[in-house]
């Protein structure tokens, strides 16, 4: 059972708009940056957000990060049908001073 | 441009101790900031953190695993190797190394390895 916790699966269809949650305490979340990663079929995963809400050279604006207290939230608009993977937050416990991983969460584009 | 690659036996057998290396390319982890992890995925199922180790040697364990993981790197080489004693059909999955980047409080695994099957089994 992850520390962080995102539900295990969202779909949407092509062209919309869907957003993933990942929940926390503050100890994980409220304290420390959160960072997203794709992991489509069969690969390895891929940094999509770090810092909250940054991308990385290369990730298209339909990916989007935000963060509140104790929770963080990606976004993808304008789905495509290459958007289906499973998709991870992951954090830096400060107090544990270990890395944590939500479940992931499987994005079926319909 | 930065590349990661994992290497080790495809299968182990109960109570073995796993060696994996990771051998990376285009930074060096001499250089302040750098940071390597190791981080594993049973079939099917969500990614664990496992392991990290430091440009200034610090390193960093899972709780859960500390007691069972080493993880030390050879600057000269460009490798990181983690070991992990006292293997168990639990510990089948494909394992990864990671470049870490970051400073506190913000930490994340900017490249990836394409990862590693281990296979846990008599």
């Known amino acids: 059972q992850s520390v962080l916790t995102q539900p295990p699966s969202v779909s949407a269809a092509p062209g919309q708009k869907v957003t993933i949650s990942c929940s926390g305490s503050s100890s994980y979340i409220g304290n420390n940056y959160v960072s997203w990663y794709q992991q489509l079929p069969g690969t390895a995963p891929k940094l999509l957000i770090y810092d909250n809400n940054k991308r990385p050279s290369g990730i298209p604006d339909r990916f989007s990060g935000s963060k509140s207290a104790t929770s963080a939230t990606l976004g993808i608009t304008g789905l495509q049908t290459g958007d289906e993977a499973d998709y991870y937050c992951g954090t830096w416990d400060s107090s544990l001073r270990a890395g944590v991983f939500g479940g992931g969460t499987k994005l079926t584009v319909l | 441009q930065v590349t990661l690659k994992e290497s080790g036996p495809a299968l182990v057998k109960p109570t073995q101790t796993l060696t994996l290396t990771c051998t990376f390319s285009?930074?060096?982890?001499?250089?302040?900031?750098?940071?390597v992890s190791w981080i594993r995925q049973p079939p099917g199922k969500a990614l664990e953190w496992l392991a990290r180790t430091d440009w200034d040697d610090d390193k960093f364990y899972s709780t859960s695993l500390k007691t069972r993981l080493t993880i030390s790197k050879d600057t000269s080489k460009n490798q990181v190797v983690l070991t992990m004693t006292n293997m168990d059909p639990v510990d089948t999955a494909t394992y990864y190394c990671a470049r870490m980047l970051g400073s506190y409080p913000s930490y994340y695994f900017d490249y990836w390895g394409q990862g590693t099957l281990v296979t846990v089994s008599s």
């Open positions: 285009g930074f060096s982890l001499s250089t302040r900031g750098m940071r």
